[in-house]
């Protein structure tokens, strides 16, 4: 089993960028598809992006599209989503997941979450 730990939140004005990173632990994440998720206070959680094991192609919401990209670096077990262009409406906990299949359709694993909080 692989566990997730996110980090890399905090407050940052609107326009401005943020990294986040999920370390995971205890089994490699290199053969799994990653993704992000995001859930604002009192809205369902809500899907942001994915990215395939191999040979990594990306998808997003069209909320992010354009301005968030996921990234991996298997050597250092680690996922990342680098945010760009920040809107208040991008608050919310963001949680890193692990794909069971590597589909983008069914995730097994997550992370606790990180808040990003977008000030304007």
């Known amino acids: 089993q692989v566990q997730l730990v996110e980090s890399g939140g905090g407050l940052v004005q609107a326009g401005g960028s943020l990294r986040l990173s999920c370390a995971a632990s205890?089994?490699?994440?290199?053969?799994?598809?990653m993704g992000w998720f995001r859930q604002a206070p009192g809205k369902e959680r809500e899907f942001v992006g994915f990215?395939?094991?191999?040979?990594?192609?990306?998808y997003y919401a069209d909320s992010v599209k354009g301005r968030f990209t996921i990234s991996r670096d298997n050597a250092k077990n680690t996922l990342y989503l680098q945010m760009n262009s920040l809107k208040p409406e991008d608050t919310a906990v963001y949680y890193c997941?692990?794909?069971?299949?590597?589909?983008?359709?069914?995730?097994?694993?997550w992370g606790q979450g990180t808040q990003v909080t977008v000030s304007s």
């Open positions: 990215i395939t094991c191999s040979p990594g192609s990306t």
């Open positions: 205890g089994r490699t994440i290199s053969s799994s598809g």
């Open positions: 997941v692990k794909d069971l299949h590597n589909t983008g359709y069914e995730y097994d694993v």
